[in-house]
Nanobody, 122 residues
Framework: QVQLVESGGGLVQAGGSLRLSCAAS????????MGWFRQAPEKEREFVAA????????YYADFVKGRFTISRDNAKNTVYLQMNSLKPEDTAVYYC???????????????WGQGTQVTVSS
């Protein structure tokens, strides 16, 4: 089992930046694919970005491509989401996800954090 704790959310003006962090417990962090999802009020949770255990491949939703960057530091059991050029429509609760099968986008067998609020003002 894995415990995930997100941090780094907050209030920022449009065009600004934030860096989210997800700290994972356990000794098997490096074997998990990691990713980020987000959920706005009255909307379904949607995929944002993912990275494999090796850190060599990253995947992004079209609406964040070129603005967000996902990375991981296995020595620190931490995954990051650098968010640049933020827009009001990026406002949501951002959730960290982990999957031992190497794929988080399917949402099957994902572990989830509790989320961190990101609010972008216009």
């Amino acid at each position: 089992q894995v415990q995930l704790v997100e941090s780094g959310g907050g209030l920022v003006q449009a065009g600004g930046s934030l860096r989210l962090s997800c700290a994972a417990s356990g000794r098997t962090f490096s074997s998990y694919a990691m990713g980020w999802f987000r959920q706005a009020p009255e909307k379904e949770r949607e995929f944002v970005a993912a990275i494999k255990w090796s850190g060599g491949s990253a995947y992004y939703a079209d609406f964040v491509k070129g603005r967000f960057t996902i990375s991981r530091d296995n020595a620190k059991n931490t995954v990051y989401l650098q968010m640049n050029s933020l827009k009001p429509e990026d406002t949501a609760v951002y959730y960290c996800a982990a999957n031992a099968r190497g794929m988080v986008i399917t949402r099957r067998d994902n572990y989830w954090g509790q989320g961190t609020q990101v609010t972008v003002s216009s």
